[in-house]
Nanobody
Framework: QVQLVESGGGLVQPGGSLRLSCAAS????????MGWYRQAPGKQREMVAT???????NYADSVKGRFTISRDNAKNTVYLQMNSLKPEDTAVYSC???????????????WGQGTQVTVSS
């Protein structure tokens, strides 16, 4: 079983910062890509940022220059540093990991439970 546990959400004023963390635990062979996604009320889930196990990153246009994704492979943890937050960043943020549980198995997607980020004055 693979578990992803997120932390770091909360309420912040516009222009403020938050750092999200997501740690993977359980029994697995390797973790490939990791990423953060978000879903605002009444909207579809969207990709925020992804990072490969080699450190290559990809960002949604709406967060470029404000958010930074990083990972610590030794700790099986992915981070999202969010700066200059805007009210439109309000959403439930979920982490994703593409995990290979066995060396010969194909990688599968696992999701965290989500953490609420609210940007409001």
């Amino acid at each position: 079983q693979v578990q992803l546990v997120e932390s770091g959400g909360g309420l912040v004023q516009p222009g403020g910062s938050l750092r999200l963390s997501c740690a993977a635990s359980g029994s697995f062979f390797s973790i490939n890509d990791m990423g953060w996604y978000r879903q605002a009320p009444g909207k579809q889930r969207e990709m925020v940022a992804t990072i490969t196990n080699e450190g290559s990153t990809n960002y949604a246009d709406s967060v470029k220059g404000r958010f930074t994704i990083s990972r610590d492979n030794a700790k099986n943890t992915v981070y999202l540093q969010m700066n200059s937050l805007k009210p439109e960043d309000t959403a439930v943020y979920s982490c994703n990991a593409r995990v290979r549980r066995l060396a010969w198995a194909r990688a599968l997607d696992y999701w965290g439970q989500g953490t609420q980020v609210t940007v409001s004055s």
